[in-house]
C-alpha cells in the first residue's frame, strides 16, 4: 500500500513537472511574441519618428527655401528699380543734350537767315537805289 502510494505520488511529481515544463513552455512562447510585439511597435514608433523628422526637415527645408526665394525676389526687384532709376537718369541726360543741340542748330539757323536775309534786303536795297538811278 505504501508502494503503491509512492508511485501514485511519483506519478504525479511527474505529471505535474510535466505540466511546469509544458506551462514554461507556453510562458517562453508567450513571452517571445510579447517581445516580437514590442519590437514591431518600437520599429513603427521609430519609423513615425523618423517619418515625423523627415518631415520637420522638409518644412524647414521649404522655408529656408522660400525665404530665400522672396530674398532673392527683393534683391531682383531693388536691382530692376536702380537700373529703371539710372536708365531714367540717361534718358533725362541725353534728352537734355539733344535739346541744347537743337537749341544750337536752331541758333545758328537762325543767325544764317538772318544773315541770309540782311544781305537779300542789301541787294534789293541797292537794286532799288539803282533803278531809281536808271530813272
Not at 78 to 101: F, G, I, P, V, Y
Request: aromatic share 0%; hydrophobic share 35%; net charge negative.
Amino acid at each position: 500500500h505504501e508502494r503503491e502510494h509512492d508511485r501514485e505520488i511519483s506519478e504525479l511529481i511527474t505529471k505535474q513537472e510535466e505540466e511546469m515544463e509544458k506551462l514554461h513552455a507556453e510562458l517562453r512562447k508567450e513571452q517571445q511574441h510579447m517581445l516580437d510585439e514590442l519590437r514591431q511597435q518600437m520599429a513603427a514608433t521609430h519609423k513615425a519618428e523618423i517619418e515625423q523628422a523627415q518631415l520637420q526637415s522638409q518644412t524647414l527645408h521649404s522655408l529656408e527655401l522660400e525665404a530665400l526665394r522672396l530674398s532673392l525676389n527683393n534683391m531682383h526687384t531693388s536691382q530692376l528699380e536702380l537700373t529703371q532709376s539710372n536708365l531714367r537718369k540717361e534718358k533725362e541726360t541725353a534728352l537734355m543734350e539733344l535739346r541744347e543741340m537743337l537749341n544750337d542748330k536752331r541758333a545758328q539757323e537762325v543767325a544764317i537767315l538772318q544773315s541770309r536775309h540782311q544781305l537779300e534786303w542789301e541787294k534789293i536795297r541797292e537794286q532799288c537805289l539803282k533803278e531809281k538811278e536808271d530813272l
